[in-house]
């Protein structure tokens, strides 16, 4: 089946800096990714939406400036977090839909978890 | 706003029993998803079902689709230790678009 790969799977960083996670189709291509962030024992909250070749379309309530989102291929996505502070600490989550035969269906990455001391 | 409500939040249980989880909606999806998320890994699709009234099994695990597309069930028989993990129901409006999450079930389950 479709697999989405999401690099780093853990980060550890200090206040104040920016971190940058990835997330790859590896085998399809995909023109939207999805961002999620996800609290303990709670469920997915979509953060944005990636559209490859144009600006992120962000949900309400998330800070643009704050979660810089880039897909600049269609395999490709990136979620920088910036400035990083300790309430940004979380587990980030994408994901991406093959389309195709498989339009109804999303694959999500494995997840990363970033913890800002 | 588009909301999924998801039921129950937390179930524990003990092996042999059933269960099942609901997930309800005043809005009509085009698809929704089942998947099961363990801790610190993503979520990993069940099923996606997309008709009204359809009705999809996988093992021990059986999914309906509400006759409107409102709503939709999970039923889980005899049940074993394996299953625990977090359940999660989500809607699409659109073919490839975003989807609306429910709450999640954490699912428990002793042997």
């Known amino acids: 089946g479709a697999v989405v790969s999401q690099h780093p799977s853990r980060v550890i960083c200090k206040s104040g800096t920016s971190v940058k996670i990835e997330c790859r189709s590896l085998?399809?291509?995909?023109?939207?990714m999805f961002w999620y962030r996800q609290f303990p024992k709670k469920s997915l909250m979509l953060m944005a939406t990636?559209?490859?070749?144009?600006?992120?379309?962000?949900e309400q309530g998330v800070e643009k400036d704050k979660f810089l989102i880039n897909h600049a291929s269609l395999t490709l996505s990136t979620l920088t977090v910036t400035s990083a502070h300790p309430e940004d600490s979380s587990f980030y989550i994408c994901?991406?839909?093959?389309?195709?035969?498989?339009?109804?269906?999303?694959?999500f990455g494995a997840g990363t978890r970033l913890s800002v001391l | 706003t588009q909301l999924l409500e998801q039921s129950p939040q937390f179930l524990s249980i003990q092996e042999g029993e059933n269960l099942t989880v609901y997930c309800n909606s005043s809005s009509v999806f085009s698809s929704l998803q089942w998947y099961r998320q363990e801790p610190g890994e993503g979520p990993v699709l069940l099923v996606t079902?997309?008709?009204?009234?359809e009705v999809k099994k996988l093992k021990r695990l059986t999914f309906q689709f509400g006759d409107a597309r409102k709503d939709s069930s999970l039923h889980i028989t005899a049940a074993q230790p394996g299953d625990t993990g977090l359940y999660l129901c989500a809607g699409a409006h659109n073919q490839g678009g975003k989807l609306i999450f429910g709450q999640g079930t954490e699912l428990s389950v002793k042997p």
């Open positions: 079902v997309v008709t009204g009234g």
């Open positions: 994901s991406a839909p093959p389309g195709g035969y498989a339009k109804n269906i999303q694959y």
């Open positions: 085998d399809f291509q995909a023109t939207t």
């Open positions: 990636s559209n490859e070749g144009s600006k992120a379309t962000y």
